[in-house]
């Protein structure tokens, strides 16, 4: 069964500061990886989509990376900005499990003035 | 392209109750997903269409929930008998099938409905 765990549960930067988020998985075999923003009480916007094959995606001040055999990816948010406060959810697309996403639990950032 | 839209976006109801949610994917998405989230955790998938048709369901599913696609366009999520432990978002998504099946795409989240059981 494919678990997806997220590092650190919450994290708290100045505002300007450069982060990294982790998420790790236990079975690499994945069709793609996505990473998402919720803001409370809402929905989820897609931020990036990995594809298995990838090694990176970058969309303005994000990067994530994927480590398909260890089974890691990162989620790099430069610059960082108040507007950027929200919780960051990874899930992956596993191969030969459906189509479901499989998500991890998410970080919560808060990016203080 | 207005995005997925889910209706209503709160529902409160008391224990034993029936309740039935909407889900209007972006248009020309064949396939669409239910989720459910609960407080302080991600996502956990529940059921999946492609068009009309129901493909998975996960265990979560129980005998009170239904899901149908009667033409491949917007679903409804029902739950029979409401419980205490149903009260959660529950998140609605879409995407294409497209040409390679469908795997390598993002899937779209609508906005969710927030149900609590009272």
């Known amino acids: 069964k494919q678990e997806v765990t997220q590092i650190p549960a919450a994290l708290s930067v100045p505002e300007g500061e450069n982060l990294v988020l982790n998420c790790s998985f236990t079975?690499?075999?994945?069709?793609?990886l996505q990473w998402f923003r919720q803001d409370p009480g809402k929905g989820l916007t897609s931020l990036l989509l990995i594809q298995s094959s990838q090694r990176e995606q970058t969309s303005g001040r994000l990067n994530a990376s994927l480590d398909k055999s260890s089974g890691r990816s990162t989620l790099y948010i430069a610059a960082s900005q108040p507007g950027d406060s929200a919780t960051y959810l990874c899930a992956v697309r596993p191969r030969g499990g459906g189509n479901k996403l499989t998500f991890g639990t998410g970080t919560q950032l808060k990016v203080e003035l | 392209d207005t995005g997925v839209s889910q209706n209503p976006r709160h529902k409160i109801t008391k224990r034993g109750q029936n309740v039935t949610f909407r889900c209007d994917p972006i248009?020309?998405?064949?396939?669409l997903y239910w989720y459910r989230q609960t407080l302080g955790q991600g996502p956990e998938f529940l059921t999946y269409f492609q068009n009309e048709a129901q493909l998975e369901k996960s265990r979560l599913l129980s005998d009170r929930f239904s899901a149908e696609r009667p033409k491949g366009s917007f679903s409804t999520l029902e739950i029979q008998r409401t419980e205490q432990g149903d009260s959660a978002m529950y998140l609605c998504?879409?995407?294409?099938?497209?040409?390679?099946?469908?795997?390598?795409?993002?899937?779209?989240f609508g906005p969710g409905t927030r149900l609590t059981v009272t």
């Open positions: 248009s020309e998405h064949n396939r």
């Open positions: 998504a879409s995407t294409p099938q497209g040409s390679s099946g469908g795997n390598s795409y993002e899937q779209y």
């Open positions: 079975d690499s075999a994945i069709y793609n």
